[in-house]
C-alpha cells in the first residue's frame, strides 16, 4: 500500500464543499465577565456553553469570556467547579454578565475531549481536566511540572533537579516497550508538539485522555495516553497585559551519607592504610555545586475588537540555573494568536505561531557520584611533576575515579535548541448546526550540540594516553507537516441531541542529523569547534566517527465519531480511526481502531434524595503504538571503511495493539460541596514490538543482526479515585474559603508473554537485564524480566551475613547459607520491584480576605530500589576503603569487608515516601485609587518546592525510576534512550535532587 500525501487536493474540496452550500445564519458575539457573586471575584476557566449546544468557551486569566452565538440562541449556561450553574436568557445586548454561587445543581463545564469539546455531563470516557487555577505552584519551568500529582493515574517521575532533564511521564503504567512511552501531547490541535515547545505561563487547560475509548480517536498516536493543551486567547472589547516575575533561589535537597576527611582517616587508620590519607580537608560537593539563582520574567498583551478580532501575544524569559558548576539554560519564548470571524460570522479564521530558543550547559551529572566517591584528604591541585599531564590537578588513578573538580572545568557539553510551531484553522459554519474546518501545522525542531573534553583531562579525555582530547558536533532537525480537515454536525431530534465528527488527517516526520567526532587534538583552543585539527589520518583511527542520518515517515488518517445526548440522562459515543503508516512492513501498514462508550445520569433516572449527581460511565476501545524509529523491517545500508554493503533485516512486523476497558462512576452530594470519581480499568497490550538478539540465518551480521517482531503481550489494571470537597465556603470575602482535593491510583503489570514460537527471550522464557559495570560485577544484571510476572523485578541473592574474614554469605535454593563466591544462578531469586502499586497526591487551597494559601502534598508507594551507592561504597574492603570514600547509611556494617561481586537483597530498600511538594502563599494587594488606574490587579506571592521528603530510603530520592540509561561507569557515556524493561535502578550517575525557595509578583493593567 501507498500512502499519498496531498494538502492540496484536500484543502481544495474543503473550500468548494463551503462554497457550494446554503447560507449560514447570522451570528453575534457574546462577551462579558464571569465572577464569584458573594465576593466579586473573578472566576479563571468558567465553562460558558450556548445552551442546548455544545458550543462553548472558557473564561480568560481575567474572568473574561467571548463567544460567537448563532442568530437563534436563547440563552448562555455558565459553571464553574464549586459553583452553581447559571443560565442567563439572551436580549438585544452583547454584553452578559455571570456572578455564580454555590448551589446543589450539577456542575457543567467544557471538556476537550479531542478534535471536538463535549458537556462535562455528555463525557463517557475517562478525562480529567486542570485548568489554571489548579495547576502546580512555584518554581515551574517546563509543562509537565503543572500536572504533577494532580492526575489519577498519571505519573511524573522527576528523579533529579536537573533543570535541563526531561521526565519520564506515564499513565496507567507501560503501554509500549518499543514505541512511545509517554503520552501524545497536542497543543491547540497539533499533535506530536514537544512539551518544551510551550512555556507553562501561556496554558489555559490541559485535558488528560486516559482510558482506550477516550485516546481510540487518536489511534495509533495514543496508545500511552493523550495529554491535550489548550493556550490562552484574547477576549473581544477589551484589553488586557499582564507582567509575572519570579526569583528562585535552589540548593541541594539530599545526598548520600559519606564520610568527611576526618571519618575517612579514622576507617583508613583501622583498616592499616598508610598511604590513603593525602593530608588535606577537601568538600569536593562544595567545589563542583552552587546555590542556583534564577529568574522567570512574562509578560502578555491580549484583548479584542467589537468587529470579531481578538489577539493575544506572551513573552517569556526563563534564566535557569543548575546547583551543579556550568549547568543551566537561558530561554526565550514567544506566542502569538489572532482570531478573526468574516461573513457575517460564518467564517472564524485561526492562527498560532510559537517559537522557543533555548542556549543551555548541560552538567555532567558523573560530576556529583566522584564528588562524594573522591578521597576526601587529597588536594584539588598538585604541582607534583607526576600530575602535569592532567593540567595540575591531582588524580589518584585506578578504575573509575576522577578528580571532579577537574571533570567539571576542563569538560564541556552545550546546546541549542530551537522550536518554531506554526498552524492556521479556519471553520466554516454552512448550516446551523454544521460545520467544515480545515487545520495546518507546522513544527520544526533543531538542536545543535557541541561536546569536549580537554587533552588534558582524564575523564574521557584520555590524558596520559596515545590518543588525547576529544571533540564532537551534532546536528539534527526535524520537521513535521501536518493538515486535517472536519465536518462537524450538531442537531437536536426531540430530547435526542446528536454531534457527528468525521475527518481526514495527514502527517509527514522527517528528520535528518549529522554527526562528527574525533580524538588525537593537537590543541583545544577552539574546543569542540576543532573537531577537523585531528591529527587522526583516516576514519578508522581510534576515537573519529563521522555519522549522517535521514528518515521520512507519513501518516494518513480518516476518523469518525457519533455522541449522542437523550435528555442529558443517557449518553453515548463511538469512534472509528483508520491509519496507514509508512513505518511498517507492506501489507501491514494499516490498522483500524475503534471506541465505545457510555453513560447515565442515574440521579435523574432513580431521583435520588441528598445525590446532587451520579452518573455511570462505561467505555471500551482499542488504539495502537509504532516503533520510535524508521526503517527498521527495510533494506539496510552498511559502512565499513568506505566500502558500502547491501543487506536485508528479515523483520516484517506490524502493529502493536492495546484494548482497554474502563468503568468508572461521578459524584457529588451536600450541594456539590463534596465530588468525585471513581474508576476501573483493564487493559491488554498486544502483538508488542521487541527487538531479538543475533537471529542465524540472516544476511545482517553483528550488531545488526537482530530482529523485530510482534512478540509480546502485557496486562495491566488498576483502580483511580479523586476527590474535591469543598470544606468551608464562604459565604463573603472575609470569610475562610477551604477546598482540598485528593486523588488516589493502583497499578498492576504482568507481562504474559515476550515471545513466539520461534524466537524466545533468554531461557525458558527469563532474560536478565541492566548490567550493574561494576568492579567485579560488569557481567552481574539487576533486573529479571519473566514471561507471567510482573514488570520491574529486581534479581539478586538473599544476603545471609558475613563470616568470620568478612565475607559475604548468601541463602541458595535450599536455604543454607554459603558463601557468595559458591552462589549459582539458580540461587538468585526475586529481591524487589521497582513500579509502584499506589500513588496519591493531596491539595489544600485556602482563602481569607486578600491571603490565599495552598499546600500540596504528593506520595508513591510499594515500590522498592536498587542503591547502587550502597553496592559500590557500603563495604569496608581494605582496598576499596583506601581507593573510594564509604557510604555510611543506617544499613553500614562495618563486619561486611565483601567487595561488590553480586547483587544482594541488604542494598534494595523500601522507597516509599510522602512529599511536600510545593507550599505557597499569596496576597492581593488593595490598590490606591491612584494605582488603580496602573494596575487592574496586583499579586505578591513566596512558594517553596520539594519542602520536605518522609521516607525511610537512604538513597538521594525515592522517586520510582521507570527507565534505566546505563551506569556510564569509568567514563563511558550512557545509553542515549532508555530501557523501559529495566525498572527502580537508582544509578550512581544520577543528578541529585534540588530544594528551592521562589518569590513572586503578578501585576495586571
Do not use: C
Not at 486516559?210 to 485516546?215: I, N, T
Not at 437523550?566 to 472509528?576: A, C, I, K, M, R
Request: net charge neutral; charged share 20%.
Amino acid at each position: 500500500m501507498k500512502i499519498k500525501v496531498n494538502f492540496l487536493k484536500a484543502t481544495l474540496l474543503l473550500l468548494l464543499f463551503a462554497a457550494t452550500s446554503g447560507f449560514a445564519l447570522a451570528q453575534r458575539t457574546i462577551s462579558g465577565l464571569v465572577t464569584d457573586k458573594s465576593n466579586g471575584e473573578t472566576l479563571i476557566g468558567a465553562s460558558v456553553i450556548v445552551t442546548g449546544t455544545t458550543k462553548g468557551t472558557l473564561t480568560d486569566v481575567d474572568g473574561k469570556y467571548s463567544l460567537d452565538v448563532p442568530a437563534d440562541a436563547t440563552s448562555l449556561t455558565f459553571s464553574f467547579t464549586g459553583y452553581s450553574s447559571l443560565t442567563i436568557p439572551l436580549g438585544a445586548s452583547n454584553v452578559v454578565n455571570a456572578p455564580l454561587e454555590g448551589g446543589t445543581t450539577l456542575q457543567t463545564f467544557v471538556v476537550n475531549s479531542g478534535y471536538v469539546s463535549l458537556k462535562s455531563q455528555e463525557v463517557t470516557n475517562s478525562i480529567t481536566s486542570v485548568r489554571s487555577g489548579e495547576f502546580n505552584k512555584g518554581n515551574i519551568n517546563e509543562a509537565s511540572q503543572l500536572l504533577q500529582g494532580k492526575v489519577a493515574g498519571l505519573t511524573i517521575s522527576r528523579p533529579s533537579g536537573n533543570p535541563n532533564a526531561n521526565p519520564e511521564i506515564r499513565l496507567r503504567g507501560i503501554s509500549t516497550i518499543s514505541g512511545n512511552t509517554q503520552p501524545l501531547v497536542v497543543v491547540d490541535g497539533i499533535p506530536g508538539v514537544s512539551l518544551n515547545s510551550v512555556d507553562p505561563n501561556d496554558i489555559l487547560t490541559m485535558d488528560v485522555l486516559k482510558d482506550g475509548s477516550a485516546a481510540a480517536i487518536y489511534g495509533t498516536q495514543g496508545s500511552s495516553g493523550v495529554i491535550l493543551i489548550t493556550t490562552k486567547k484574547g477576549t473581544i472589547g477589551t484589553t488586557s497585559a499582564e507582567y509575572n516575575v519570579q526569583l528562585v533561589n535552589e540548593s541541594i535537597a539530599n545526598t548520600p551519607k559519606y564520610m568527611d576527611a576526618a571519618q575517612f582517616k579514622a576507617a583508613n587508620a583501622a583498616a592499616g592504610n598508610a598511604t590513603a590519607d593525602k593530608g588535606n580537608t577537601t568538600d569536593w560537593l562544595d567545589l563542583v555545586t552552587r546555590t542556583a539563582n534564577s529568574q522567570t520574567h512574562s509578560l502578555s498583551l491580549g484583548g479584542g475588537l467589537s468587529k470579531g478580532t481578538t489577539y493575544r501575544a506572551s513573552f517569556n524569559y526563563r534564566d535557569a540555573q543548575g546547583v551543579s558548576l556550568k549547568d543551566g539554560f537561558k530561554q526565550l519564548n514567544g506566542r502569538f494568536n489572532l482570531t478573526q470571524t468574516a461573513l457575517d460570522d460564518k467564517l472564524k479564521v485561526t492562527f498560532d505561531a510559537a517559537a522557543t530558543n533555548r542556549n543551555a550547559e548541560y552538567a555532567f551529572d558523573e560530576g556529583f557520584r566522584y564528588a562524594v566517591t573522591y578521597n576526601p584528604t587529597a588536594p584539588v591541585y598538585s604541582t607534583d611533576v607526576a600530575f602535569a599531564p592532567y593540567g595540575g590537578y591531582h588524580q589518584i588513578g585506578g578504575f573509575d575515579t576522577y578528580n571532579p573538580v577537574a571533570l567539571v572545568n576542563q569538560s564541556t557539553n552545550t546546546g541549542q535548541n530551537k522550536r518554531i510551531n506554526l498552524n492556521a484553522r479556519a471553520e466554516y459554519e454552512i448550516l446551523s448546526g454544521l460545520s467544515v474546518s480545515a487545520l495546518y501545522g507546522k513544527a520544526t525542531e533543531s538542536d545543535l550540540n557541541g561536546t569536549f573534553y580537554s587533552t588534558k583531562g582524564l575523564f574521557r579525555g584520555g590524558a596520559g594516553g596515545a590518543n588525547l582530547g576529544y571533540a564532537s558536533r551534532f546536528t539534527e532537525d526535524r520537521v513535521k507537516d501536518f493538515f486535517n480537515s472536519l465536518v462537524t454536525y450538531k442537531v437536536k431530534v426531540d430530547k435526542l441531541d446528536v454531534n457527528v465528527l468525521a475527518g481526514y488527517e495527514q502527517q509527514v516526520n522527517n528528520k535528518e542529523n549529522f554527526r562528527v567526532q574525533a580524538r588525537n587534538l593537537p590543541s583545544e583552543g577552539q574546543s569542540y569547534n576543532s573537531v577537523g585539527s585531528t591529527n587522526a589520518t583516516t576514519v578508522s583511527d581510534p576515537g573519529v566517527r563521522i555519522s549522517s542520518f535521514k528518515a521520512r515517515n507519513q501518516l494518513v488518517s480518516y476518523l469518525g465519531r457519533v455522541g449522542l445526548n437523550y435528555d442529558d440522562t443517557y449518553f453515548g459515543q463511538v469512534s472509528l480511526r483508520r491509519d496507514g503508516s509508512s513505518m511498517l512492513a507492506e501489507g501491514k501498514k494499516t490498522g483500524v481502531f475503534y471506541s465505545v462508550s457510555g453513560g447515565a445520569n442515574l440521579n435523574k433516572i432513580l431521583k435520588l434524595n441528598n445525590v446532587d449527581n451520579l452518573k455511570l460511565r462505561v467505555g471500551y476501545g482499542t488504539t495502537g503504538a509504532l516503533p520510535r524509529t524508521e526503517y527498521l523491517n527495510q533494506t539496510l545500508y552498511k559502512s565499513s571503511i568506505g566500502v558500502i554493503e547491501l543487506a536485508r533485516n528479515p523483520s516484517n512486523f506490524g502493529w502493536e495493539r492495546k484494548a482497554e476497558l474502563n468503568a468508572g462512576i461521578d459524584f457529588g452530594v451536600l450541594g456539590n460541596r463534596l465530588t468525585g470519581s471513581v474508576d476501573y480499568y483493564s487493559r491488554n497490550i498486544t502483538d508488542m514490538l521487541y527487538y531479538f538478539g543475533t537471529i542465524p540465518g540472516t544476511e545482517l551480521q553483528g550488531a545488526d543482526a537482530g530482529l523485530w517482531a510482534n512478540a509480546g503481550n502485557l496486562t495491566s489494571s488498576g483502580i483511580e479515585v479523586a476527590v474535591n470537597y469543598n470544606v468551608i465556603k464562604a459565604k463573603s470575602n472575609d470569610d475562610l474559603n477551604w477546598v482540598t482535593s485528593f486523588n488516589f491510583s493502583t497499578l498492576s503489570s504482568v507481562l504474559n508473554k515476550l515471545s513466539t514460537d520461534q524466537l524466545k527471550i533468554g531461557a525458558q522464557g527469563r532474560l536478565e537485564i541492566a548490567a550493574a559495570g561494576l568492579p567485579g560485577t560488569s557481567n552481574v544484571n539487576y533486573v529479571l524480566v519473566e514471561e507471567g510476572k510482573t514488570l520491574g523485578q529486581l534479581y539478586g541473592y538473599k544476603y545471609a551475613g558475613v563470616d568470620a574474614a568478612g565475607n559475604a554469605k548468601i541463602f541458595n535454593k535450599e536455604g543454607v547459607a554459603v558463601p557468595l563466591a559458591d552462589g549459582k544462578s539458580a540461587d538468585k531469586v526475586v529481591i524487589g520491584n521497582g513500579l509502584p502499586k499506589f500513588t496519591f497526591g493531596w491539595s489544600n487551597s485556602l482563602r481569607y480576605g486578600a491571603f490565599d494559601f495552598n499546600i500540596f502534598l504528593r506520595g508513591v508507594l510499594g515500590h522498592q530500589l536498587m542503591n547502587e551507592y550502597r553496592i559500590t561504597y557500603e563495604n569496608a574492603d581494605k582496598g576499596e576503603t583506601e581507593k573510594f570514600n564509604r557510604i555510611q547509611t543506617k544499613y553500614y556494617d562495618a563486619a561486611y569487608k565483601q567487595g561488590p561481586r553480586d547483587v544482594l537483597d541488604r542494598f534494595v530498600e523500601k522507597a516509599d515516601f510522602l512529599r511536600i511538594d510545593n507550599i505557597t502563599l499569596g496576597y492581593t494587594l488593595k490598590l490606591p485609587a491612584a494605582a488603580s488606574n496602573l494596575f487592574k490587579n496586583a499579586r505578591v506571592f513566596a512558594s517553596a518546592n520539594n519542602v520536605a521528603t518522609f521516607t525511610g530510603y537512604t538513597g538521594v530520592n525515592p522517586e520510582p525510576i521507570f527507565v534505566d540509561y546505563g551506569g556510564g561507569n569509568n567514563g563511558a557515556e550512557r545509553a542515549l534512550v532508555g530501557d523501559p524493561l529495566a525498572i527502580g535502578i537508582d544509578r550512581r550517575s544520577n543528578y541529585f535532587t534540588t530544594r528551592s525557595f521562589n518569590i513572586g509578583l503578578s501585576l495586571g493593567f
